[in-house]
């Protein structure tokens, strides 16, 4: 169908926890110039491409939390909440942690840094799908490995029982089976620390799980930048009249501000918000989510949707393919320019980068030290390629 990685490498492609959304294929790949990411294809060649680079660094290396009861001959996969599916993936700056994804690139993101910093918080591929939730093995500083759950939002993502609380260290392996969830109850088995020495023992353990009644099912909620400008879209359904709803932002991920508040009327709601205060905000990435009151008093939240403003030069990389020196780039201003300079301050190669990410193959240069200068208005990156 498409050779992903040309030569006699391969792409080490899995395909045994792919999963199918929207009549597209996400599974895992490797090439030479991403590492191992997350890929999509709709069976062409030209419809199979990288879906989602968890690190532009290193290697993602993502793997699919595919559902138990997914089909095996091509059927599309029960998705959670008929909409998602979870992986995990590896960054530098947060370690192996939790991802969510609906199929397209802007919802898709970190579920929450469990363990934060750069230590691994989802170590482990133990998981159990339910209606309204997942749950999975985490571990952080605190608590060490235990049974979480998550609705798909950083403030619903806790743990839900500390088998073994005089272990804050090294926690325990909680084991989640396929048929894990009986009469609405989470069964799991774990050490609970009260193990003879030197003898790994399992209690078995029930959490009890409390579901709220959402009123407001999300059916989609999606942002763009028009015009330097965030616009957010939704699509809502209304199960009853007195319901609210508010519209947040986080220039972080983690801490959101209200900036609309609704009361809509039951029935199908379509919306459309201009965030013109935004640009004033002067940040990088800013984070948008619908949150949700339920019946019972909590609060449910959509998807995360993110914008990138246009203010900064924000990823290059230097590498080389095949002996030919190329700069792997991703910027978010216009009229950036690349600068090849050898050791001694001359400049060889001159050119003007747009604001989208792609990769420059460079001209053939002489053997020596150059200098790779990328700079846009308001800061330069440099970096170093030595040439054979």
């Not at 970190?110 to 999975?136: C, E, I, Q, R, W």
């Amino acid at each position: 169908m498409k050779d992903l990685e040309p030569g006699i490498l391969g792409s080490d492609i899995n395909l045994t926890s792919a999963v199918i959304v929207n009549n597209k294929l996400y599974f895992r790949a490797h090439t030479n110039l991403t590492g191992y990411e997350l890929f999509v294809t709709d069976g062409t060649a030209n419809g199979t491409e990288l879906f989602f680079e968890i690190d532009y660094w290193t290697d993602g290396f993502p793997v699919i939390f595919k559902p138990h009861n997914a089909p095996l001959d091509g059927s599309p996969t029960p998705l959670f909440q008929n909409q998602y599916f979870f992986f995990t993936g590896f960054t530098l700056d947060h370690g192996t942690e939790l991802y969510i994804s609906d199929g397209t690139r802007t919802g898709t993101r970190m579920v929450k840094d469990v363990n934060a910093g750069f230590s691994d918080g989802v170590p482990y591929a133990l998981y159990k799908y339910s209606n309204t939730h997942l749950y999975f093995t985490a571990e952080n500083a605190t608590t060490g490995l235990e049974i979480w759950e998550t609705d798909g939002t950083a403030q619903n993502t806790r743990m839900v029982f500390d088998a073994n609380p005089n272990n804050t260290n090294e926690g325990g392996l909680y084991l989640i089976t396929p048929d894990a969830i009986v009469n609405n109850n989470l069964l799991f088995a774990g050490p609970s620390g009260d193990e003879a020495a030197n003898r790994l023992q399992y209690d078995g353990f029930i959490y009890q799980r409390n579901n709220g009644t959402l009123p407001i099912f999300v059916q989609s909620f999606t942002a763009r930048l028009q015009a330097q400008t965030p616009v957010l879209q939704w699509q809502l359904n209304i199960t009853s009249n007195n319901n609210r709803y508010q519209l947040q932002r986080s220039a972080d991920g983690v801490n959101y501000t209200t900036i609309e508040s609704y009361q809509p009327t039951q029935g199908a709601v379509t919306k459309t918000y201009a965030d013109v205060a935004a640009s004033a905000l002067q940040q990088k990435q800013l984070y948008y989510r619908l949150a949700i009151e339920n019946n019972n008093g909590s609060k449910q939240y959509s998807n995360i949707a993110t914008v990138t403003m246009p203010n900064e030069v924000y990823g290059v990389r230097v590498l080389q393919q095949a002996g030919k020196p190329q700069v792997k780039y991703h910027l978010s201003k216009n009229n950036t320019s690349l600068q090849v300079v050898t050791a001694t301050g001359a400049v060889v190669y001159n050119t003007v980068l747009p604001a989208t990410q792609g990769v420059l193959t460079l001209p053939q240069l002489q053997a020596g030290l150059y200098v790779i200068k990328v700079s846009d208005s308001n800061q330069t990156y440099t970096d170093k390629l030595l040439m054979p």
